[in-house]
Structure formats: C-alpha cells, structure tokens
C-alpha cells in the first residue's frame, strides 16, 4: 500500500462524559458506560484524580485563610517521608510511595474549595483492582494510573505513571544489537511513563477528559507495577536539593569527629582485628586540598604519614589559628573524600587519614 | 455516534524505510520519500540521531582499547559546559546547549565503531530548517526533534523534545479556572516533550524508524522552540548532584573567609555608606546550630551581638582546640544561613555575623 498511511500505529482517544466522580463510584462502570467502544488490549490511562476520589481519598479542610494554610501543612507533612528540597512555598518531597513531587502530590484543583485531594494510597494496587473490575464484565485492557509531575533540570510538566497493571512498566532494550553490531546499554525506556504523556495530549487539565485510550499498543505480560520506576534515595545521584546537600556538607564539617566512632562490640566477642592506621592517600588529592587553603592558612604544615599542623608564629593567637587551620583543611580533605582524625596537643594538631573500623 | 471511537483522538504512526543517514542527505527529501503520506498539520518527530548525521556531527574514534576511551573523554570534554554529578563512570553534565544529559547525549549505538555521534549544534535551528525544507515542498507540519534522556528520581528513561519549529513547546493552563472555580496555577505542559515521548511509542531503538508522525494535535502557532524548556542552572533546585554539592559545601567551610571580602572600590567613588554591622539573627537558628556541636565543642561560649569563645582551661592545646571550635561553629551557622567573621585575639575568637556588603 504505497503512499497508504502505515497501519500499526497508535491510537490514542479521549474518554469523555465520565463526569464528577465521588466517593464509593464503581470506576469501571463509568467508564465503560462513557465509552462503549473501549475494546480487549487497550491501555486506559486514569488520571489518579478520579482514582482518589473514587477511594475516598478526601481530606476536609477549612476553604480559606490561615486555618487552611496550617491545615495544608498538616496533610502535606503526614503525606512526607523526607523533604527532598524547599525554596519559597515550594516543598518538593518523597512521598510515603516513594515518589518525589511538588506537595506531595497533594491537589486542591478539580475539587470544592473544602477539600484536598490526596494521591491513591497504592497506585498499583489501584490500578490491578481497577483491571481485574473490568476483567470481570469482559475487558482485557492494561491499566495506567497517571499524575502531572514536574522534573529537574527541564520547564514544564509531564503526565507520568505513578500505578500499572497488565504491562510491564520498563521496557528492556539492554542487550539488543544494533545494525552496526554495538551492544544497547543502558537502556531501559520507562513505556508506562511515555504512555502517560502521549493520553496527556489528549485529555484537559479541567477533568473533562480524565481518561484517554491508548489503543494498538503491544501487550508485555502481566507486569510489576509501576513502583518499579521509583528509583530509591540511595541509587539517586539527586537525592536532594542543591541547596540543602551543600548545607548537609557544611554541617558534616561542623561535627567532623576528633576521634574515629568507637566501634560497638559485642560483650564476649574476639579482640577486633587492628585496623591499617595509615589508609593509601593520593598525595595529589592532599596537595589540591591545601591549595584550596591558600591565602587562608596561617600554620606551618608538614607531611608525615598524615598531616602536621603548627603555629607558623609565637604567641596565644597563632595557637588559635592553628586550630582553625586544623579543622580548615579536615573540611577540605573531607570534600575530597579523605576522613581524617585529629590529636590536638601543645605544640600543634596531628591530622591522621580516615580510618573506617 | 453512541459506541463509535472519538474521531478527534490522535494518531502516532511510525515512519519506515529512511535507511542509513549520511552527512549532507537532504532529510525533507528521504522523509517526504519514506512517508508520501504524510500532510498538513502533521507532527514530525524526528530521532536527533539523524539529525547529527545529515549534519556530519560526528567525530572519528579509535574502534577500541584505551586510545577510545581517552578520545572519548576529550570529546565529553568538548560537549561539557559543566559537570553536574559524577559517580562511577558515569557523567550527568549539561551541555553547552543547556540540557543536563548523560554522557552530553553523546553516542556511540547505531553509528560505526570507528565514529561517535554528538548532538545537533542547535537543534532548535535543525527544526526550523527542516520545517523550512518540507514547507518548500508543500508541506507545513511541525517539527520536534527527540533524544532519549534519563531523570532524576525515577528508573527508566524517556523520549524528550531537543528541539521544534511551528509549536508552542510549553502549553499554558496558568489562569485557566477549573469546574469548582479554582484557578490553575503552575501548571505549564511540556507538550513537545509528551509529543517526543508519545512517538517513541512506535519507534525502536535500532534506528529502523527514526521519524514518527503524530497526526491530530492541534496547531499552537510557529512558538519558540525547545529551548524554553531548559531551566537554566540558577533557578533549578537540581542544579548539582547531590554528593558533588555535599562536597561544595565542605570545601565552602574549608574556604570561609575570616574577614568579610574587602569590597572593590573604584579610585573616584564616594566613601561607601556604612553598613549593618548586626544584622538580625533568630537566635533560636544560633541555638541550634551550637546544639549540632554537642560533645564536640570544648570551648566556653558567649552570647552578644555575636558570639565569643573561649578556652574552657589553661593551655596551649585547649587555645587549639578553641580555634577548632570556632570553625566548627562557622560552619554550623553557614548551614543555617549565617555568614560570620571571625576575629582571633590571644585570648579567644569573636564571631560577628555576616556582613555582606
């Protein structure tokens, strides 16, 4: 069929005349009665609103002034795990799910001023129930429960997934050759997420469209929800804001301990191996340190298996300054990743490197 | 039509048959050629990959062993305007075009061994070139050129928008008011990023299909490209990785000035006005920044307009350890957000908080 438009595209539709979801609604009845024409493969992308507010998941606050404003505060701080990042009014935050959002996700839109509308409690499970609803009155069709959420480094926002069920919500190219025989690494594409953004295009911000069908995607198997797209605090390179990890590391050189932490030992367990006191230091990384210092330092230093500080003048004042020096460069060697423990005595302060029992 | 599917829904449809790009190949030609079907109002997705090619950005490599690897790096270099976050082997740095990427979105799959593909110099330029190319055969569509990212705080990667022509890449519901009366804030749509994401659907990532058309979406003007979309460093709460600003902030307390930076004075300016010598500081903050040095401080402390530290006893090693102390103070309060000076006499130091002039 030359010149013919190829036929194994998608299709993505809007889904209208759900209406105003309540609590307690039967989400699968609305929207096959809205649309008749959804058919087995599909993949409904739900707006998490009318999820949430299907569950139930409601909270009453005052419509105005302070009392809403603390009130807010209150939902959104029972909402957070861990503040990733503030500036002004805006709290970007982990969630109890694991998600980090503006607020916590938390939406005062599309709803009367008296209430807020909370994330569903486990999206995924939301969106297995939802599937197996649906399943029940004949519909084999995958499950998106989607959000609107902000990203680094980029303007604008995105609708991406937060639950899923009947898809699995990475899509593995690793391992795959190319047609100049280069292995694929490192690619994962997140096929839940770029479902949620192409149903975006499709639907309004003012609820009228909170469903669209993504129709002649293929099926990949039952699949693991989407919470496998949350990438945990400790494999995330962005963790928190660069703000409050610049503040963290000048409280870290605050508390720099003196002393390594005495390790706890068990009452009747063996004498502790001796630890190597003198850990391999790039005499280099040592050099960039100090000269970060220049103009700064006014002690005398030396190195010896670790580092020698001493008063570069006589006098009660240059013993003070030495000691600020001290705890100037232990900040510095920290910075490059050197720990190191501090002995202050008379004459000066013997820095030596990190050890980690 | 009760039962029959919306007819303003969209169309992704991928496009087949472009083959291998090579420098100087007229993409309007191979595209139009590939997908005779395509028509007015189209959205054209195009892969940036071959983008580079048609523009000859690439660059010869040694095909293996270190001498890649050390050609590699210097071509990293060259695509860098500055390193965001490090760890391992792998690299997140922004662009000189602005957009924060692994590895500069610099490529080694679906290319030969022996060449890398870079970015298009300006891919907002290449999508209105193109756009210009096709409109000069008859053919007004719009342009998104796609490249797949990663982000922050979730797995999987995305197809995002690098550069437009003809669309709006920021959708605007600011001021738009929702059912229950509420006026929507914040919420700017990246839509040529949902557009890019929508496309990927039908692409693979082997480079058989490297144009998609997404057909339906609504014209939005001739808009300002992608770049829009680059948040530039200064605003993004994200502009550092977390461990690299965690260090910035120990070399920060390393470096705190004694002495407020003497101001440069032009030869013929007026005496400055005096400044604020006290600025107002929450003594509650200064409360909690000691508090974080518990156990660590072994200095005596007083409270003025400032703060003065002391030795707790008689020695030399405790006016060390007072110098030590007033450090760790500084840099306690810096986290706080409090800039001091320090003045050290024989007999301690006096803290006076941050003049900034």
Known sequence: MTGGTPDDGLQVLPVRGIGDVVAGDDLAR??????????????????????????????EVPADGPERDEARQRVLDGETARVVARRGPTSIVQTHHGFVMAAAGIDASNVDKT??????????????????????????????????MGRA??????????????????????????????????????????????????????????????????????????????????????????AEARAAGLRAAAVLPDSPPAAAVPPDSPPAAPVSAVPTVDPAVVARALQTLDGLRQSDVQLTDGIRLTP??????????????????????????????????????????????
């Open 115 to 148: 209430h807020l509308v909370l994330l569903p409690e486990d999206p995924d499970a939301s969106a297995r129930r939802l599937r197996a609803d649906l399943l029940a009155r004949g519909l084999d069709v995958v499950i998106v429960i989607s959000d609107t």
């Open 153 to 242: 480094w980029r303007n604008g926002l995105t609708d991406v997934a937060l639950g899923a069920a009947g898809i699995e919500a990475l899509l593995d190219h690793r391992g795959q050759v190319d047609p100049y025989g280069n292995e694929l690494s490192l690619t994962q594409m997140a096929v839940v997420d770029e479902l949620a953004a192409a149903a975006e295009l499709v639907k309004g911000k003012c609820d009228r469209v909170p469903v669209a069908v993504v129709r002649g995607h293929p099926r990949s198997g039952e699949g693991s929800g989407a919470a496998v797209l949350i990438r945990d605090a400790e494999s995330d390179m962005f963790s928190l804001g660069t």
């Open 30 to 59: 609305l929207i096959v009665t809205a649309a008749p024409w959804i058919t087995d493969g599909d993949v409904l992308v739900v707006t998490s609103k009318i999820v949430s507010k299907a569950e139930g998941r409601l909270v």
């Open 312 to 357: 570069a003048r006589g006098g009660a004042a240059a013993l003070i300054r030495t000691g600020a020096d001290a705890h100037r460069l232990r900040a510095a060697l920290a910075a490059e990743g050197i720990e190191t423990t501090a002995v202050i005595d008379d004459e000066g302060v013997t820095l030596t490197y990190g050890v980690s029992a």
